[in-house]
């Protein structure tokens, strides 16, 4: 499935940095059923030049030696004179992965060699610790995102109403027709395959069925404050809180949840407090919640807690790569859904919805006590919610914040 023109920021950065002379490896992280793998077939169309691409993704995960064996393909065809790009797809598959690249990298540079190197990983955790542990200063990141409003609007002409519902999985949208065909996709290729290829497969997780039930409510509490204490009450193993905070952790790695912080003055108080927890894509809430799109238009609370989750998660995933981290607020009763800050820059973002009955106390009481911070209201007397959605997040601080 082709990319719409405007996706095609990553394809052009790509292409970009490829045609520079030899200096870094490109890293492209994000979740499965993106398109990175389409954009990097579409860079190595671009650059009409000499390209191996090799993927990890097979049965059983390959053995470090398949990366040198790729390597050395890549490396027979710069004997040409001219240079070569490789491409390592879900190279986070590979045991010591990062160790082997670093060796091979290392030894093309000293002798000259102009390999220039691309790897995929759909496991951003997993790529980000090898990337850290031994790859200091020869990498740089490119992040690919669950696909925007702005992007399924353009290619597949939805509405507002039916992106909040089929949310931005490309390789599902001709499914939408066929509801159930649609959400036993993105139940079975996406979820499961996200869940025991990415995280059980490559991760030291004891309690799987924990970690699956810890999913499950995630995406039944998307928009809410859990602390850790509740959810041991509702979960049939429950285990304990470092073991819950170590499976969300491995989660946010896959690219299907995150959970934010509460925003406070004192980083330690923020790191110590009870996440607010969103879903990342909100086809992960409805396909697996056996409700029809009716259904979840028709009951108001539902919806509201829909519309929530998808500003949280277009402004989480827009936020990537820009310096910008997102929060909550909460003070006694008052409560504010989202807190972005850059720099000394904060940015209050209150989204009225069925759920907030278009009370804004809590952005009142922010800008109380943040008297410099700047309040967004989405919805209501606000900006309107499909505004909200087809801009990414800097836009807001450009328009804003002086």
Known sequence: MPFPD?????????LKRIREPRRLIQVVTGP???????????????????????????????????????????????????????V???????????????????????QERDVRVIILGSSSLLVQAGLTESLAGRFEILHATHWTFAECQKCFGWTMEEYLYFGGYPGAAPLKDEPLRWAQYIREV????????????????????????LFMLATEYSGQIISY???LGQLQDAGNTTTLAHYQHLLEGAGLIKGIPKWHGKVLKRRASSPKWIVLNTALMTA?????????????????????????????????????????????????????QRAD??????????????????????????????????????????????RDIKHWFEKLIP
């Open 6 to 14: 405007f996706k095609r920021d990553i394809v052009q950065q790509l």
């Open 32 to 86: 499965r059923q993106v398109g990175k793998t389409t954009a990097v077939h579409q860079v190595l169309e671009a650059w009409q030049g000499l390209a191996h691409y090799a993927t990890a993704d097979l049965p059983a995960p390959p053995q470090p030696v398949w990366i040198e064996q790729q390597w050395n393909t890549a490396r027979t065809r710069v004997d040409s004179g001219q240079p070569v790009v490789l």
């Open 88 to 110: 390592l797809d879900e190279v986070q598959k590979v045991a010591r992965w990062s160790e082997v690249l670093k060796n091979l990298w290392d030894e093309d540079t000293l």
């Open 190 to 213: 996406l979820i499961e395959t996200t869940l025991s290829k990415d995280v059980l497969m490559l991760n030291r997780v004891d309690k799987p069925a924990l970690l699956r039930q």
């Open 229 to 231: 204490q509740k959810l």
């Open 288 to 340: 697996i919640s056996g409700l029809d799109f009716s259904r979840w238009r028709q009951e108001s609370s539902r919806w509201g807690r829909l519309v929530e989750t998808a500003v949280g998660a277009h402004l989480i995933n827009s936020a990537l790569g820009t310096g910008i981290d997102v929060y909550y607020w909460r003070d006694r009763n008052r409560e504010v859904d989202l807190v972005l």
């Open 345 to 390: 820059q904060l940015l209050a973002v209150e989204v009225k919805s069925g759920l907030t009955k278009g009370r804004i106390e809590g952005l009142n009481a922010f800008k109380q006590k943040f008297p410099k911070a700047q309040l967004l209201l989405v919805g209501g007397d606000g900006i309107p919610l499909e505004e909200l959605l087809q």
